[in-house]
């Protein structure tokens, strides 16, 4: 089995730390070279000791859900014989409190809209048999304990 892994780097810099008054911004590195600014949500921590233009961890949780379910549908489709021109998600996750007052991601919504072209044209059924088999298949999905819900949209167009 594959190893994925990340770098987590923040730096207190001249802020004091004890006093709780210290920046949250900080870098995620990846293995591609790839280097993504973070922070903390400003729903969590105020500004400006979170940069609201950062990446948040409940962002990036939400986004990499949306992730795996497109790479996934993507492949699928493509061996079904359908053509994609576009796939375009406005995922959201929702916060609630669990039996303990403690907040979670209690449910992760995505609302892709995808654009299919080619000789091929798919109905509703074969729409969601596509979510429905790119979600059993997300390593994520199948790794959280959140729901993950899919309302997406679909069009074709005929030609190409």
Request: charge should be negative.
């Amino acid at each position: 089995m594959a190893n994925h892994g990340a770098t987590i780097e923040w730096q207190r810099g001249d802020q004091d730390f004890l006093d709780r008054r210290y920046s949250r911004a900080h870098l995620w590195h990846f293995d591609g070279g790839a280097a993504v600014a973070a922070s903390s949500s400003p729903h969590v921590v105020r500004e400006p000791f979170s940069n609201p233009a950062n990446v948040d961890p409940e962002e990036a949780y939400v986004a990499a859900l949306s992730s795996c379910h497109m790479l996934w549908f993507l492949d699928l489709a493509a061996r079904a014989g359908f053509r994609i021109d576009g796939y375009r998600d406005a995922a959201a996750g929702e916060m609630a409190r669990n039996a303990d007052g403690k907040e979670w991601i209690a449910r992760v919504v995505l609302r892709p809209h995808i654009r299919f072209s080619g000789a091929l044209a798919p109905d509703d059924a074969m729409v969601d048999g596509l979510h429905h088999a790119a979600h059993e298949n997300c390593f994520l999905a199948n790794s959280v304990r959140s729901a993950v819900e899919t309302r997406g949209s679909w069009e074709y167009r005929l030609g190409d």
